[in-house]
């Protein structure tokens, strides 16, 4: 393990609920699971049993890692919501959902997804622009699901609504071992919690 990094690194991911078209998702959400549950390390996440995130989850705790969900309880209400985690937590908006994942996390991967997975990857990477944290965050880049979003990145770098500096704080890799542990060697193990309150 990276010297500084901390024995339990909670690892917050945003992926979808769906598995998408492409079988190599859904073996990229296993190999993360796996990554982190074999370090002994945390899994934080959306709480939810079914596409990706049913598979990251599963993957973590079968390899002796613990997960962490946070769902909203309309959601739950939709029977998504996953009951063989170490711990899942029902709160009522979505605010409070992305919030306490946040505050729960030392580190943040977007897998592949939809909209709900990007609007996830946006806000945490916004935080970090405008110094709410400065807690590493990765793409990771299965099958090329995010070249399309990384060109554009590169055009508003190129328009001058994005600074170089800003984009280069997201980490992109296609394995999902590397790109873990590339952000684990970035992580800053705080003394006491971010405060997303003030957001």
């Not at 190999?31 to 995130?53: C, F, K």
């Not at 505050?103 to 943040?108: K, M």
């Not at 793409?139 to 060109?151: M, Q, W």
């Not at 600074?163 to 296609?174: G, V, W």
Request: proline content about 4%; aromatic content about 8%; glycine content about 12%.
């Amino acid at each position: 393990m990276t010297s500084g990094v901390p024995p339990l690194l909670r690892v917050c991911v945003y992926c979808g609920s769906r598995h998408g078209r492409n079988p190599a998702y859904a073996t990229a959400a296993r190999s993360l699971g796996a990554a982190i549950g074999q370090r002994g390390w945390q899994l934080v996440y959306g709480g939810g049993r079914v596409g990706l995130m049913g598979e990251v989850a599963d993957a973590t705790l079968a390899a002796g890692g613990t997960a962490v969900g946070v769902i909203t309880d309309a959601l739950m209400q939709r029977e998504v919501g996953h009951h063989g985690l170490t711990e899942l937590h029902v709160v009522r908006t979505m605010h409070q959902r992305k919030q306490q994942m946040a505050e729960r996390s030392d580190l943040f991967i977007a897998m592949p997804g939809g909209i709900g997975t990007m609007e996830e990857l946006f806000e945490v990477w916004t935080w970090r622009q405008l110094g709410y944290h400065d807690q590493p965050i990765g793409l990771l880049n299965v099958a090329g699901y995010y070249d399309g979003f990384l060109s554009f990145c590169a055009r508003m770098v190129a328009e001058g609504f994005l600074a170089a500096e800003q984009k280069e704080t997201l980490a992109t890799s296609e394995d999902p071992e590397r790109l873990l542990l590339e952000l684990a060697a970035r992580a800053r193990h705080a003394a006491g919690p971010e405060d997303y309150s003030r957001i």
